[in-house]
T-cell receptor, first 110, second 115 residues
Framework: QKEVEQNSGPLSVPEGAIASLNCTYS??????FFWYRQYSGKSPELIMF????GDKEDGRFTAQLNKASQYVSLLIRDSQPSDSATYLC??????????FGTGTRLLVSP | AAGVIQSPRHLIKEKRETATLKCYPI?????VYWYQQGPGQDPQFLIS???????DKGSIPDRFSAQQFSDYHSELNMSSLELGDSALYFC??????????????FGPGTRLTVL
């Protein structure tokens, strides 16, 4: 079992819809959680980070963290075709390294 | 805003050759991380440096070594290259925040192809 689990997708949503991306992690000591967006052949681009239980909003993006359930999610409102990419969930367990999930591929159709 | 710089962007080597990848962190960032991403895979942590000292180590082969220099740039040295080393190599940098986890920003990557 991977330390960080994501559904590989693809997750297909129409333009303007809400895309919901989910991630679970196994280490209860995990302290901080990150969402990165990665286009094919490009580097991961930081979308959001969250440390505390609850919701954190930034523009069209909302990250949600539930440490009791070991679950973190990313909502993308008003999805655009340019949002089509792989979304990587990453977890920091207290050491420096990030542990990544395998990513969820999001496809937003016009 | 300045970003992480990596060089070269593309590198082609033969088996058993050596390669050196360079990373220049965002100004005032004190920590550098190296990740390897194979085709269709997620990034795998290799090694990190904080204030020029190795701070964490992941699945880095013994054939690889790395260091961080006084100007905070880092180099990843790879010897006896194997076909399986073909991958994207990302460098990330962060600044240590009191009481908080470091937020890592990734460079554009070096695509290494071993023939």
């Amino acid at each position: 079992q991977k330390e960080v689990e994501q559904n590989s997708g693809p997750l297909s949503v129409p333009e303007g819809a809400i895309a919901s991306l989910n991630c679970t992690y196994s280490d209860r000591g995990s302290q901080s959680f990150f969402w990165y967006r990665q286009y094919s052949g490009k580097s991961p681009e930081l979308i959001m980070f969250i440390y505390s239980n609850g919701d954190k909003e930034d523009g069209r993006f909302t990250a949600q963290l539930n440490k009791a359930s070991q679950y973190v999610s990313l909502l993308i409102r008003d999805s655009q075709p340019s949002d089509s990419a792989t979304y990587l969930c990453a977890v920091n367990t207290g050491f420096q390294k990030l542990v990544f999930g395998t990513g969820t591929r999001l496809l937003v159709s016009p | 805003a300045a970003g992480v710089i990596q060089s070269p962007r593309h590198l082609i080597k033969e088996k058993r050759e050596t390669a050196t990848l360079k990373c220049y962190p965002i100004p005032r960032h004190d920590t550098v991380y190296w990740y390897q991403q194979g085709p269709g895979q997620d990034p795998q942590f290799l090694i990190s440096f904080y204030e020029k000292m190795q701070s964490d180590k992941g699945s880095i082969p013994d054939r690889f070594s790395a260091q961080q220099f006084s100007d905070y740039h880092s180099e990843l040295n790879m010897s006896s290259l194997e076909l399986g080393d073909s991958a994207l190599y990302f460098c990330a940098s962060s600044v240590r925040l009191a009481g908080g986890a470091d937020t890592q920003y990734f460079g554009p990557g070096t695509r290494l192809t071993v023939l």
